[in-house]
């Protein structure tokens, strides 16, 4: 490491911050990994000599060696030639490229090119969420092309150096690397290229490499960049063809964390004060202070920052924080935000404040706002010096909502959006952590069933992240269910949002995540709103799906995976195996079409007992003579809400049958669907009751309009997930079931 640390060193003092092929070569034989057998034939030397003996095999390959050259085949910088014939073509490069350092003579590595498997790219970066991270993936010239074609998490592999625990973490990393499937022979008509064990080396070579030279370590260097392209496979040996190397001087440790006891003081106040509130007007920190109210905080700790010797709202008034009679948990600041400096400076030092709800924007969100910014990161800075537990969430948030702390710091009329005072029964306990404030209360208000326990809005992230609240929210063993929008993560943020999710799945909780800045436009569309950076989008699916969450693909999904999470939590998914039941044959075919063999769930046929049982039901109604037994069930429109009813009993209890889709057309006259027709008697109510008692995931899709809201209601009032289209439903099942499997969690703990 000391050689390889000396290689940053001199080309730090030319000036450059990218090492060459040649000095790259040097570094990973410094780490014992195989490189081709070189010399450099600098410029003014003549002749190659006993040097060119010295190769191996009747050819070479020449490469141009320059630092300010990456892209050597695109610009004519490579040639394979018959070693009779190099040194005419060393002096034509040499004529091509006056600035090159020298030309690069290497050995000639035999090896299939374009070939699945014999060439692999393993690369690694910096990452400031994540910290370093290992890619391996398919290699060559048209890698990133090849890479592009294939469906998101198949190449390449990713990995976390942070969270690998050991050996058995990069064997599960390798086995899941889908290019080597092709290098060790694991396809079909495949034949073992190459040893697990001689790319494992690879892996801890460059693991070892990071952990070196990376941010807060040893070193004053920190490797940006590091790839290895192509990584061929010859003859059982994995040799370096190419290699690219970026660095910079290293950078501190990590951000300063808040406390557990900070995050819990937003999240369950004992105390509240409210900064902003007008006694004459509806302003915001009025609607807030009402809100407080509204969801059954208790007054006499509830205070209201302001020279006003009244009271207002029945709520006493005191003119600095200093003055507060007790410590206050949650301090909600919604003052013009030249204001919020100094008033943050007056909470930090009067040692009566925790966690302060900032919810005050323009700080950082837009040009000329820098300076306010600063000002109050320098403020909670010198805050949490003095108090451990002083921390800010926002700013440029909604807000908090907490029912069990009895506590909606929104400032959205009541009348606009009614939270905080309750709970839906009929749903998995859950909390909604987002960056956008719009986001939660436009989930929420389509979703009207959905009632979170915490609904926390976390804005710019000055102090708190979201991935802080999560950190914490997934410790609380009532909450079944983690929501959460992301636009951007700050540092070390990747890897506590991994290890949550971890943690949530390890006990058995369902973690659903929207990231939103995804492309370079979403990217900085996100800068305008939080001034906060985003990251890389397929880093985070990988990871975070490697740990266990359901990753939305788009707002609809997220809706869709929310809707199936909170009604069906708890219910084993078993082998994944559905039945699929319907009324109306487009229904039946969507849903089939929906139902891959490989995929999370399957559809069988009914076999024994279960095929008797339905057979039987089918001609008890008069409906053999039009249905088969089979699945999709299409139970045409003729079929009442008994069949129905029968069918899906006989579905649920048998054991060939692990989860439930029920679609039906509702305008059918033989099926109870309005309110005046008794819907309490209907098929979607016994549904409800049926599912109870399996134990097993049903969900439902009504695909027709608003006359059928009630119907759609009563579903929900029983605990039925309903879709609007069978095609979502079926699909959203199958992500829900593909996480509900996930039973093996590998995730390295941060350090104490």
């Avoid at 006499?300 to 006003?308: A, E, I």
């Avoid at 969900?699 to 069978?726: D, I, M, N, Q, T």
Wanted: hydrophobic content about 45%; overall charge neutral; aromatic content about 6%.
């Amino acid at each position: 490491m000391n050689q390889i640390g000396s290689l940053f060193a001199a080309a730090a003092a030319q000036g450059r911050w990218t090492l060459s092929e040649v000095e790259v070569y040097d570094a990973l034989d410094a780490l014992g990994l195989t490189t081709p057998k070189r010399f450099l034939a600098a410029s003014g030397q003549s002749g190659l000599g006993a040097r060119l003996d010295a190769l191996p095999g009747d050819k070479v390959v020449l490469k141009v060696s320059s630092h300010k050259t990456l892209h050597k085949t695109e610009s004519g910088g490579v040639k394979v030639c018959a070693k009779a014939e190099s040194s005419a073509r060393v002096a034509e490069m040499r004529g091509k490229f006056p600035e090159a350092e020298g030309i690069l003579v290497s050995e000639f590595v035999p090896h299939a090119m374009f070939s699945m498997g014999q060439e692999l790219m393993l690369g690694a970066r910096a990452d400031k969420a994540f910290g370093p991270l290992l890619t391996l993936g398919i290699g060559g010239t048209d890698a990133e092309g090849l890479t592009s074609t294939l469906k998101p998490g198949f190449s390449p592999a990713i990995a976390a150096v942070k969270l690998a625990a050991g050996p058995e973490d990069w064997q599960r990393f390798l086995d899941r690397a889908w290019v080597w499937r092709y290098a060790s022979g694991n396809v079909r008509g495949g034949k073992r290229l190459a040893e697990d064990a001689a790319m494992l080396r690879w892996i801890d070579g460059f693991r070892r490499l990071l952990e070196r030279f990376s941010d807060g370590g040893s070193s004053p260097w920190a490797i940006e960049e590091v790839e290895v392209n192509p990584l061929a496979v010859s003859e059982g040996r994995l040799v370096a063809l190419d290699g690219v190397l970026r660095f910079r001087k290293a950078q501190p440790g990590a951000r300063a964390f808040p406390s557990a006891k900070a995050v819990w003081s937003l999240l369950k106040p004992a105390t509240v004060a409210v900064a902003g509130v007008s006694e004459k007007k509806m302003n915001m920190g009025r609607i807030i202070l009402g809100n407080v109210i509204e969801a059954g905080f208790d007054k006499s700790r509830l205070f209201v920052l302001k020279d006003y010797a009244g009271g207002i709202d029945g709520v006493r008034c005191f003119k600095a924080p200093a003055d507060f009679p007790e410590p206050v948990d949650m301090f909600v600041v919604a003052v013009p935000s030249p204001e919020v400096p100094e008033l943050l400076r007056q909470a930090a030092n009067s040692g009566q404040v925790r966690g302060v709800a900032l919810i005050s924007g323009g700080m950082g969100e837009k040009e000329g706002s820098e300076k306010v910014k600063d000002e109050v990161l320098a403020v909670i800075a010198e805050g949490r010096r003095k108090n451990p537990d002083f921390a800010v969430s926002g700013g440029n948030s909604l807000g908090i909502v907490s029912v069990p702390g009895k506590v909606n710091t929104f400032f959205i009329p009541k009348k606009k959006l009614a939270l905080g005072a309750e709970e839906n029964p009929a749903h998995a306990r859950t909390a909604f952590i987002s960056q956008s404030g719009a986001f939660v209360i436009s989930v929420v208000s389509k979703l009207e069933w959905l009632k979170p326990a915490y609904c926390v809005t976390v804005g710019n992230q000055m102090d708190v992240t979201v991935c802080d609240f999560v950190e914490q929210v997934v410790e609380d063993g009532t909450v079944k269910v983690v929501l959460v929008y992301l636009e951007g993560l700050k540092e070390g943020d990747g890897l506590k949002l991994v290890r949550s999710v971890a943690r949530a799945r390890a006990a058995g909780k369902t973690v659903i995540v929207y990231k939103a800045g995804r492309t370079p436009t979403g990217t900085k569309a996100v800068m305008g709103h939080t001034a906060s950076i985003a990251g890389d989008f397929v880093v985070l699916r990988s990871l975070l799906s490697g740990a266990g969450a359901l990753v939305a693909e788009d707002f609809d999904s997220f809706e869709d995976l929310v809707q199936v999470a909170c009604f069906c939590h708890g219910r084993p998914v078993g082998q994944g195996r559905v039945f699929a039941l319907s009324n109306a044959g487009f229904e039946t075919a969507g849903m089939a079409d929906n139902i891959h063999p490989h995929g999370p769930i399957t559809a069988v046929m009914p076999e024994g007992e279960l095929a008797r049982s339905l057979g039987e039901t089918l001609k008890r109604h008069r409906l053999d003579s039009i249905v088969d037994v089979r699945n999709p069930l299409d139970a045409t429109p003729m079929a009442a809400d008994a069949p129905l009813i029968e069918v899906a009993d006989a579905v649920l209890e048998s054991a060939q049958v692990d989860c439930l889709v029920a679609a039906g057309i509702p305008l059918t006259p033989a099926m109870k669907t309005l309110p005046e027709e008794g819907l309490a008697d209907s098929f979607i109510a016994k549904l409800g009751e049926l599912a109870r008692k399996s134990g097993k995931p049903v969900v439902c899709s009504v695909a027709c309009g608003s006359l059928y809201e009630p119907y759609v209601a009563e579903a929900r009032k029983h605990g039925l997930p309903v879709f609007r289209s069978a095609d979502r439903a079926v699909r959203a099942l199958a992500a829900f079931n593909l996480v509900s499997g996930f039973h093996e969690v590998h995730i390295q703990p941060s350090n104490p």
